[in-house]
């Protein structure tokens, strides 16, 4: 009996000292799974700041101002520019949808909704904004995400890697049966509150996209904006 007592209490010795190991690496796992999350979150968002610096440095303020960045639907496309045009004042068109492909992101035929408002469901042309192939800037509007979680199919994540675009890339919109090329001319930031990106130029058909910045960031603080201007169709290549 005495024998059998000490292998049991030999045993649960050895057996604590075996559960307080498969503690430690566990709470090891947890720390490097939670380290490798916290890295992976702010990581791109750190990265996009660095090099938002150096290659969008036309900022119309320098610094952003995020009083109204916590807390605001990003899916609403009415949040997106304080005190710019309201979504009755969007410009007369005989269609509500048309859509927009972006060969170097992968973006096919996406859906563009004229006076929308779910940036979840489709992209969204901003409202009192000229239409496709006319005089004016036409300005389209898409979420972004961590770019780690890009799906240019998925409309949520649609513009996360709209910064990776460069002057001369091609943007098709494809609007009531015909085909508009633009081609971009240059990326820059601006505040919520700068509505001027929302302006009208006559001189020619220019279109801007614009999403939250940097991507990922829950306060999204700054917009980033690709303009692009139309080619002619006999310079289309």
């Not at 979840?120 to 901003?126: A, E, N």
């Not at 996360?160 to 943007?171: V, Y």
């Amino acid at each position: 009996m005495f024998l059998w007592f000490n292998i049991l209490k030999v045993g649960k010795i050895k057996s604590l000292k075996e559960n307080k190991v498969l503690l430690r690496i566990f709470a090891v796992v947890i720390g490097v799974a939670g380290l490798w999350v916290l890295i992976a979150t702010i990581y791109p968002i750190a990265s996009y700041e660095v090099m938002s610096r150096t290659r969008f440095p036309i900022l119309l303020s320098p610094l952003a101002d995020t009083t109204d960045s916590y807390g605001f639907d990003s899916t609403q496309a009415s949040n997106w520019f304080v005190g710019g045009a309201q979504k009755e004042d969007f410009s007369v068109s005989k269609v509500d949808f048309y859509t927009l492909s972006i060969p170097k992101l992968k973006i096919d035929n996406a859906t563009v909704a004229i006076g929308g408002e779910d940036l979840g469901k489709s992209l969204i042309q901003y409202p009192g904004t000229a239409l496709p192939g006319k005089f004016g800037n036409a300005v389209i509007f898409g979420h972004s995400i961590l770019p780690r979680f890009y799906n240019p199919k998925e409309y949520i994540s649609i513009f996360s890697t709209l910064q990776t675009l460069d002057k001369g890339d091609k943007i098709y919109i494809y609007y009531d049966g015909v085909e508009y090329v633009y081609s971009v001319e240059t990326l820059f930031e601006v505040h919520p509150t700068d509505i001027q990106v929302l302006e009208q130029d006559s001189s020619d058909s220019f279109l801007s996209l614009v999403t939250c910045s940097p991507p990922g960031d829950p306060r999204k603080p700054k917009r980033l904006i690709v303009r692009a201007r139309i080619v002619p169709p006999d310079t289309n290549s």
